[in-house]
């Protein structure tokens, strides 16, 4: 644990998200907000550009009768997503951010659940696009953008004010956000501009994070537009677009950002390709050496990791200092990994709920396998502790949502004078720090009466050698690890050994009974959670 206790960072306050797009367009005026790639060209977006754009979009909707409208947005991370999701929040309407992962089916289910006044797409799936261009509702794509935009500017030019002058209280309802659906049918949150500026704000005050990010994260997530948008552009810093997963080294590569937000499953990957690498070159032996060097080093304030490592930086960029992680325990070996060649990994804690940052570690203040402490004007509490300390973790503060849309039964559920009921299972320190150790929905009930997290489980398992993704679960009460490993059939045994070593370092209750292999991953969510 570093204990240095710093101050809070000193962040600037804005009343609401106009206030803030349109304050940083005079601060930063011709700063980039935004770039991409577009037709093999580089584009840059301008904090003024970026204020602009939204007036006009804005202006634009109520030039076509749009008032208090419900407008769903569905497609890849793109320039016009976020110009849509801002243009919505700040005119008064309530956006419906969706996942273009989803089948057409479940998208036409989200779409008519929302009840929607406009539907705003581009980049969805081929199978989806002609379903969604049948919609009998108003519809507006990607691509008719340049005109829209022309229009809008136009009419705000010939003195339509109305946009500009629409009246928002910060406690409206401003966005519905579906949840990923991990472990059931996906509920709209609720969040009204209050709960998105405190989780902003607090979030900022909470960690310093080096200038300029690539989005890495799909923008219907609250925390892909939480870590990858709002955050960014309160504090002035360029946000590089991408609008694949699949593409996000080659982005890193281009953009050279000083830190980026991601899942953990990208923090395994990442470490894979650079001992890959340094195996392919013949260069993982003399890595090896240099680390122990460097941390021999280290020990006397000798800090030489940006020279040492100069080439596996040059991968991530060259530029990046930090990795803003959650959604998933990181194992400890990862958090040296990375910080044994220079890159420091930040754990922290969020839920859609929540907005969804609710903790995370802070740079100079950090304690290995917690997810930090609550971010300034949260409260966070442990409901019915056990012996260990371990119960629901239930969370109070502006960022707790409004509740679930139009489901007042789900809210009642999770909503009681003003605490959240996460449903996640963790313990607080002498310290304040927050530890997850499992989800309420997932835990296993012995028949001995013996409560067992499989997050507990997993996480020991995953640090076995070969074992790419695990689940645990309760099969015919035998608690069963089901693995996949890309290596093949050949390490089958020596995996079953391993955790066989495993089970006698654990209580008799939490023991691996029967242990399965599948051929093909688990079934993920957008953001490459595992779906249970």
């Given at each position: 644990?570093?204990?240095?206790?710093?101050?809070?960072?000193?962040?600037?306050?804005?009343?609401?998200?106009?206030?803030?797009?349109?304050?940083?367009?005079?601060?930063?005026?011709?700063?980039?907000?935004?770039?991409?790639?577009?037709?093999?060209?580089?584009?840059?977006?301008?904090?003024?550009?970026?204020?602009?754009?939204?007036?006009?979009?804005?202006?634009?909707?109520?030039?076509?009768?749009?008032?208090?409208?419900?407008?769903?947005?569905?497609?890849?991370?793109?320039?016009?997503?976020?110009?849509?999701?801002?243009?919505?929040?700040?005119?008064?309407?309530?956006?419906?951010?969706?996942?273009?992962?989803?089948?057409?089916?479940?998208?036409?289910?989200?779409?008519?659940?929302?009840?929607?006044?406009?539907?705003?797409?581009?980049?969805?799936?081929?199978?989806?696009?002609?379903?969604?261009?049948?919609?009998?509702?108003?519809?507006?794509?990607?691509?008719?953008?340049?005109?829209?935009?022309?229009?809008?500017?136009?009419?705000?030019?010939?003195?339509?004010?109305?946009?500009?002058?629409?009246?928002?209280?910060?406690?409206?309802?401003?966005?519905?956000?579906?949840?990923?659906?991990?472990?059931?049918?996906?509920?709209?949150?609720?969040?009204?501009?209050?709960?998105?500026?405190?989780?902003?704000?607090?979030?900022?005050?909470?960690?310093?994070?080096?200038?300029?990010?690539?989005?890495?994260?799909?923008?219907?997530?609250?925390?892909?537009?939480?870590?990858?948008?709002?955050?960014?552009?309160?504090?002035?810093?360029?946000?590089?677009?991408?609008?694949?997963?699949?593409?996000?080294?080659?982005?890193?590569?281009?953009?050279?950002?000083?830190?980026?937000?991601?899942?953990?499953?990208?923090?395994?990957?990442?470490?894979?390709?650079?001992?890959?690498?340094?195996?392919?070159?013949?260069?993982?032996?003399?890595?090896?050496?240099?680390?122990?060097?460097?941390?021999?080093?280290?020990?006397?304030?000798?800090?030489?990791?940006?020279?040492?490592?100069?080439?596996?930086?040059?991968?991530?960029?060259?530029?990046?200092?930090?990795?803003?992680?959650?959604?998933?325990?990181?194992?400890?070996?990862?958090?040296?990994?990375?910080?044994?060649?220079?890159?420091?990994?930040?754990?922290?804690y969020g839920i859609t709920e929540c907005s969804p940052i609710v903790a995370t570690n802070r740079t100079c203040w950090v304690k290995s396998g917690s997810v930090g402490l609550p971010i300034p004007g949260v409260h966070a509490k442990i409901e019915n502790p056990?012996?260990?300390?371990?119960?629901?973790?239930?969370?109070?503060?502006?960022?707790?949502?409004?509740?679930?849309?139009?489901?007042?039964?789900?809210?009642?559920?999770?909503?009681?004078?003003?605490?959240?009921?996460?449903?996640?299972?963790?313990?607080?320190?002498?310290?304040?720090?927050?530890?997850?150790?499992?989800?309420?929905?997932?835990?296993?009930?012995?028949?001995?009466?013996?409560?067992?997290?499989?997050?507990?489980?997993?996480?020991?398992?995953?640090?076995?050698?070969?074992?790419?993704?695990?689940?645990?679960?309760?099969?015919?009460?035998?608690?069963?690890?089901?693995?996949?490993?890309?290596?093949?059939?050949?390490?089958?045994?020596?995996?079953?050994?391993?955790?066989?070593?495993?089970?006698?370092?654990?209580?008799?209750?939490?023991?691996?009974?029967?242990?399965?292999?599948?051929?093909?991953?688990?079934?993920?969510?957008?953001?490459?959670?595992?779906?249970?």
């Amino acid at each position: 644990m570093k204990q240095k206790n710093a101050p809070y960072n000193q962040i600037a306050h804005f009343a609401d998200l106009g206030d803030m797009l349109k304050k940083n367009a005079q601060t930063y005026q011709d700063d980039p907000a935004f770039q991409y790639e577009a037709k093999g060209k580089r584009i840059e977006i301008t904090f003024q550009k970026l204020w602009d754009d939204v007036c006009a979009l804005g202006t634009y909707f109520h030039q076509q009768g749009l008032e208090r409208a419900k407008i769903a947005v569905v497609g890849k991370n793109s320039y016009e997503w976020i110009l849509t999701y801002f243009a919505a929040a700040i005119g008064g309407h309530v956006i419906f951010p969706l996942d273009r992962e989803l089948s057409p089916e479940e998208l036409l289910t989200l779409i008519d659940a929302s009840g929607c006044d406009l539907l705003v797409y581009g980049g969805v799936k081929k199978d989806a696009a002609p379903v969604l261009a049948e919609l009998e509702i108003a519809k507006l794509t990607f691509d008719q953008f340049d005109e829209v935009l022309s229009l809008g500017s136009e009419a705000l030019q010939n003195g339509d004010t109305a946009f500009l002058n629409t009246n928002v209280s910060i406690d409206e309802i401003c966005a519905v956000i579906y949840t990923s659906g991990t472990t059931g049918t996906p509920k709209g949150v609720m969040l009204s501009q209050r709960n998105l500026l405190s989780d902003a704000q607090h979030s900022l005050e909470n960690l310093s994070i080096p200038k300029g990010t690539v989005m890495g994260l799909p923008l219907n997530h609250t925390f892909g537009f939480m870590a990858g948008v709002l955050c960014q552009v309160w504090v002035g810093y360029p946000v590089y677009i991408n609008d694949s997963l699949h593409t996000i080294l080659k982005s890193i590569q281009t953009a050279k950002p000083g830190h980026i937000s991601v899942v953990p499953l990208f923090i395994k990957s990442f470490y894979k390709n650079i001992w890959k690498n340094a195996e392919k070159q013949g260069k993982a032996k003399a890595l090896k050496a240099l680390i122990k060097t460097s941390n021999q080093l280290r020990k006397v304030g000798i800090d030489m990791r940006r020279v040492f490592f100069k080439s596996v930086l040059d991968a991530f960029g060259g530029n990046l200092q930090m990795i803003i992680t959650g959604g998933a325990p990181v194992e400890e070996f990862y958090l040296k990994a990375f910080d044994d060649l220079g890159i420091q990994i930040i754990n922290g804690y969020g839920i859609t709920e929540c907005s969804p940052i609710v903790a995370t570690n802070r740079t100079c203040w950090v304690k290995s396998g917690s997810v930090g402490l609550p971010i300034p004007g949260v409260h966070a509490k442990i409901e019915n502790p056990n012996k260990d300390g371990e119960g629901e973790i239930c969370i109070k503060g502006d960022i707790v949502m409004k509740g679930y849309y139009e489901n007042p039964e789900a809210t009642a559920r999770v909503l009681a004078d003003g605490w959240f009921n996460t449903g996640d299972i963790g313990k607080i320190d002498a310290d304040g720090f927050l530890y997850i150790t499992g989800r309420k929905k997932n835990m296993i009930l012995t028949a001995n009466g013996k409560n067992v997290y499989p997050e507990e489980l997993e996480e020991l398992i995953s640090g076995i050698e070969n074992v790419t993704e695990v689940i645990v679960y309760s099969e015919n009460e035998l608690i069963t690890a089901e693995i996949y490993t890309e290596s093949g059939n050949g390490c089958h045994e020596q995996i079953k050994k391993d955790i066989m070593e495993l089970n006698k370092n654990l209580a008799s209750y939490k023991q691996i009974r029967k242990i399965k292999f599948r051929s093909v991953e688990f079934e993920k969510t957008a953001t490459k959670k595992i779906k249970r």
